[in-house]
């Protein structure tokens, strides 16, 4: 089955600096990867998706790249403040399947 | 839309009693999903459901747990007996399943279950 990786566990940053977060997947027939945040108390909420036709995708600050080659995906905050500080999952899919495989997750903390 | 609602948001109860957690799914959503997560484990899938039947339950870990979902609009987990190792936060979500099209989860805000 899929196996999905993430990584840091925890990241720590300056406001207004950026923040990177990294996944790895191992199942070359995933070709979906939608990125949660979670913050305290809270289920997690999808910030932003990406399809396996598409190499980059934006949305204000936030923005994932994906290289299907090395099956790898990434999500970029720039310009973080305290309120980006949360848990963030990453996950993979396959569209003629019905399941979503997580990464471990992501502590951010954005230090004003 | 609500979103998808979970009850109770807390659960506290003694070993060896029966726990029910309950879910309303968004509404035209047709799968539904229960996670457990654990600072140990992170998101654990136990269950999912399309169209109401049950297609992969193998992430349940015992007997002791069992889903339902007798119509498209609410879903139940039910531990008996629990255990102070099922403590943890159980998530319910929910999706619009298309064979030819992934579509995100859309989470609850979770019940946090503990067992003393």
């Known amino acids: 089955g899929e196996n999905v990786e993430q990584h840091p566990s925890t990241l720590s940053v300056q406001e207004g600096d950026s923040a990177v977060i990294k996944c790895t997947y191992s199942?070359?027939?995933?070709?979906?990867f939608p990125w949660y945040k979670q913050e305290l108390g809270k289920g997690s909420q999808l910030i932003i998706d990406?399809?396996?036709?598409?190499g980059e995708k934006k949305d204000q600050r936030i923005a994932v790249t994906l290289n299907k080659t090395a099956k790898h995906f990434s999500l970029h905050i720039t310009e973080t403040q305290p309120e980006d500080s949360a848990v963030y999952f990453c996950?993979?899919?396959?569209?003629?399947?019905?399941?979503?495989?997580f990464g471990t997750g992501t502590s951010l903390t954005v230090i004003p | 839309d609500a979103g998808v609602i979970q009850s109770p948001r807390h659960e506290v109860t003694e070993m060896g009693q029966e726990v029910t957690l309950r879910c309303k799914p968004i509404?035209?959503?047709?799968?539904l999903f229960w996670y457990r997560q654990t600072m140990m484990r992170g998101l654990e899938l136990l269950i999912y459901?399309?169209?109401?039947?049950?297609?992969?339950d193998s992430g349940m870990p015992e007997d002791r747990f069992s889903a339902k979902m007798p119509n498209a609009s609410f879903s139940t987990l039910k531990i008996q007996p629990s255990e102070p190792r099922d403590s943890a936060v159980y998530f319910c979500?929910?999706?619009?399943?298309?064979?030819?099209?992934?579509?995100?989860?859309?989470f609850g805000n979770g019940t946090r279950l503990t067992v003393t």
């Open positions: 509404s035209g959503h047709n799968s």
């Open positions: 990406i399809r396996s036709n598409v």
């Open positions: 996950a993979a899919s396959i569209s003629t399947g019905n399941q979503f495989y």
């Open positions: 979500a929910s999706s619009s399943y298309r064979i030819t099209n992934n579509s995100p989860l859309h």
């Open positions: 199942d070359s027939a995933s070709n979906y």
């Open positions: 459901f399309n169209n109401n039947v049950p297609i992969d």
